[in-house]
């Protein structure tokens, strides 16, 4: 059973910074495309940053320049760097994992951006 643990969340002033971080539980990490998405109240889940296996990335528009996804191959874990945060940045965090032809998906964490 893959497991994902999400940490890093909190509430931080507008303007300040926040480190997610997802641990994955499998070994098959190295091979999987790893994503972070987010979720408003009354919104939709949506992509907020993705890396392949091989470091490539993709990001939201909305986060380009302020955000920015790594990830440790020894350690499983992979990152999301949050700079500059915006109240419209207000939501609950989740780690994904793709991989073999299976999705699988962190509890989540909640950032609050907010003075």
């Known amino acids: 059973q893959v497991q994902l643990v999400e940490s890093g969340g909190g509430l931080v002033q507008p303007g300040g910074s926040l480190r997610l971080s997802c641990a994955a539980s499998?070994?098959?990490?190295?091979?999987?495309?790893m994503g972070w998405y987010r979720q408003a109240p009354g919104k939709q889940r949506e992509l907020v940053a993705e890396i392949t296996g091989g470091g490539s990335t993709n990001y939201a528009d909305s986060v380009k320049g302020r955000f920015t996804i790594s990830r440790d191959y020894a350690k499983n874990t992979v990152f999301l760097q949050m700079n500059s945060l915006k109240p419209e940045d207000t939501a609950v965090y989740y780690c994904?994992?793709?991989?073999?032809?299976?999705?699988?998906w962190g509890q989540g964490t909640q950032v609050t951006v907010s003075s």
């Open positions: 499998v070994s098959i990490f190295s091979r999987s495309l």
């Open positions: 994904r994992l793709q991989a073999l032809g299976f999705v699988y």
